[in-house]
């Protein structure tokens, strides 16, 4: 089982020629609107591509909070639509979270509102762990409160499972925190933020790769957008996996269609090497990019291995 900590969001998505100036109005090309937030998405990307290890059980258990409004409730439904657990999720009593995502060709820019997202206690993390295994995964993002991301990761360090971080958006983390962290999944923004190092050469990754082991994660994956992404168990393996190349229509969700992708192959499953986990997610990534909208754009495990012409082993 994973379990996912994170947020869940209304993204109400604008597509426009170019971004407006201050104080300009512009008119939009397009509007899509539909359940969004980081980690709704991830959660989401766990159970599209989880098909294929269907045992009838859940693959993934979803932590978060809904405001107590119809939008709240209908997100919640389209989560359990897509396969992920709601046991955890709770209706608080605020507004559901709300992104607004101004897309303009390859570029998105998005502001979020936190709501119910930020009504996340310990004790919700409390009784969702409660049962969980050393065999589990706890994931997590950066959508509700740095102080619940850190007692969460503890919590499930002290139960022995998998600890996976998305840190986003880029926050100040503490130190301590690292060492509750087996993979860290951070694009160039949050790498550059979190190391001072700007990735964007293979010299630099590496560069900021060997300062997250030196804080104490095993694996870190560094996502290069449509160049892919460079990964490192622990400065042993390093490698760069390239993306491929596709016909952007809308790049949210990439990044958590990577990081769901990532961990259902390697920690949960235990099958497959970090390298070969990391390629998959590559792949379902850049499919994502193709479609419109977050959860939605994501696909599911025989939509990437269509698209590829292969299974995760080739
Ligand atoms: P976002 O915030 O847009 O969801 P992100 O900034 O968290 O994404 P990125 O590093 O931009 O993360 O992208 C994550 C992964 O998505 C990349 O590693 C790659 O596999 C895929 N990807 C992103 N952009 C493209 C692109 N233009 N073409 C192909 N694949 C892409
Ligand atoms: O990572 C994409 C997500 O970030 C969007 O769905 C939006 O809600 C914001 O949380």
Known sequence: MIYVL???????????????KKGETTLADGCHMGLGGKGANQAVAIAKLARKYDDGRKAVQLIGKVGNDTIGTELKAKL???????????????????????ITGKDNRIMTYGGANISISKSDVDEALMNAQSTDAL???MEVPLYIVAYALAQARMRGM???????PAVELPEDMYYNVDVIVP?????????????????????????????????????????????????????????????????????????GALAL????????SFEEACIFATRAASFTVSRYGAAESIPTFDEVCELYNTTIDA
């Open 139 to 141: 994931l997590c993002q």
């Open 80 to 102: 359990e639509s897509y396969g992920v657990g709601v046991d955890y999720v709770g209706q608080a009593n605020r507004t559901t979270g709300t992104s607004v995502v101004a």
């Open 162 to 168: 998998t600890t996976i971080l998305n840190p986003a």
């Open 265 to 272: 192959t390697y920690p949960h499953v235990g099958m497959y």
């Open 187 to 259: 694009n160039e923004t949050e790498t550059k933020r979190l190391t001072g190092i700007n990735p964007k050469d293979w010299d630099l990754q590496l560069a900021a790769m060997k300062e997250f082991h030196r804080r104490g994660v095993r694996y870190v994956a560094l996502t290069l957008g449509a160049n892919g992404c460079a990964i490192s168990d622990n400065g042993k393996l390093v490698s760069h996996i390239p993306a491929r190349k596709v016909k952007v229509l809308d790049t949210t969700g990439a990044g958590d269609t990577f990081v």
């Open 6 to 20: 994170g947020s869940i969001n209304h993204d109400i998505s604008i597509e426009l020629e170019r971004m407006p």
